[in-house]
């Protein structure tokens, strides 16, 4: 089965998308937008404030709270040259509530941009926060293929780091949407529910939820949960190798707490991911609990889930209320309230889903893989529901409609 899931032809997931399509801001109501349900092979439409009505009875679902942060950082040299630095994920310290809380400096992993004309020396701007002036630094160190090592230092240390990406940073939107961050997007770009910062872009399924649709999940006793997953750039990047086996997917910082675990092991709802980087964060719990089985004593390092760790059949299949046990039973040994760790796990064709019965997700790029997970979930009968999408005028990507995907 590995094989036969590293053989897969990313051409094969490929789809006529007019750029017209691609919604290039949001709706000014985010709950009105479009609502494709995908039930049993049927597809229909409705909109997303209609959820609460069209979910099992018996569902639960879990948000990814993620917020993303202000990562983009320009500096402009003597010579006039405007350097970007694109914030990826914190390095010194490593990790991210202690690197915002940093007051003198930190080192993150970042890429640059028009980094041919920043040889050397270091990048400096000076800026007014709370009445207070700052003088921000950057220096390059270490590169590692496309990205680096970029320390920040500052002459403030009532200044956090945090505060200076609040006052100086620009929000990331997509690269699709080929135009510029404007001021309406620091709130759009943000989900209802975002509270730990860490993302470079949005989980964009969560886009759609108001207040309202909160609210009337409440009224009908779904219960709402949340995990942590910071999104990395990394998921903007093509599948450029002809078979999936050429193509490495990137690292993810993941963080849930004990309860949330406790809630999945001892439920007997249906759950239900909103956005897929909550079905890979959920997907890997499974595979760190079956670590655990066979190792429980594990290393933090050992139960980061490998790309194409669950295509390896020689290790034996446990159930995944077991496996969620275990990490309960892990985190309770190390006397600790949550599991932070990453994954680098790859969903495609050929997969076996452990936890998620039910997905909530837009509509993704051609060749992404993204949209191997979507083929995956729903048993390789993606096409026709892209070409519903497209048939009936749904909006596309980040800020477009969403889909219900509900397979049996």
Known sequence: MMQKTRDI?????NYPLP?????????????????????????????FFHLPDLLPENSLLVFNNTKVIQARLHFRKETGALIEIFCLEPLSPNDYLLSFQSNRECVWTCMVGN???????TLSRT?????????????????????????????????????????????PIPPYLNRETEESDKETYQTVYSKVEGSVAAPTAGLH?????????????IPCLELTLHVGAGTFKPVKSETIEGHEMHTEFISVERSLIVSLAETDRRIIAVGTTSVRTLESLYYIGRTLE??????????????????????????????????????????????????QIIIAPGYTFKIVRGMITNFHQPQSTLLLLVSAFVDGRWREI????????????????????LPD
Request: with cysteine.
């Open 127 to 171: 800026v007014i926060i709370e009445g207070k002036s700052v003088t921000l630094n950057a220096d390059r160190l270490n590169a590692y293929g496309n990205s680096f090592e970029i320390r920040f230092s500052w002459d403030n240390p009532q200044i956090s780091f945090a505060a200076l990406l609040d006052a100086v940073g620009e929000l």
């Open 19 to 47: 750029d017209e399509r691609i919604a290039k801001f949001p709706l000014s109501q985010r709950d009105r937008s479009k609502l494709l349900l995908y039930r049993s092979g049927s597809v229909s439409e409705s909109e």
């Open 209 to 221: 939820f108001t207040e309202d649709v909160l609210a009337a999940l409440k009224e009908k006793c």
């Open 294 to 343: 066979y190792n429980p004593d594990a290393v933090p390092e050992e139960l980061k889930v490998g790309q194409w760790q669950p295509y390896d059949d020689t290790v034996a299949e446990i159930d995944y209320r077991k496996a969620l046990r275990n990490i309960v039973d892990y985190l309770d040994r190390k006397g600790l309230s949550r599991l932070v760790t990453a994954t």
């Open 386 to 405: 892209y070409d519903y999408a497209l048939s009936h005028d749904f909006r596309f990507l980040s800020y477009g409609d969403s889909s219900l995907l």
């Open 115 to 121: 980094l041919k004309k920043w040889k050397s020396g």
């Open 9 to 13: 032809r990313i051409e094969e997931f």
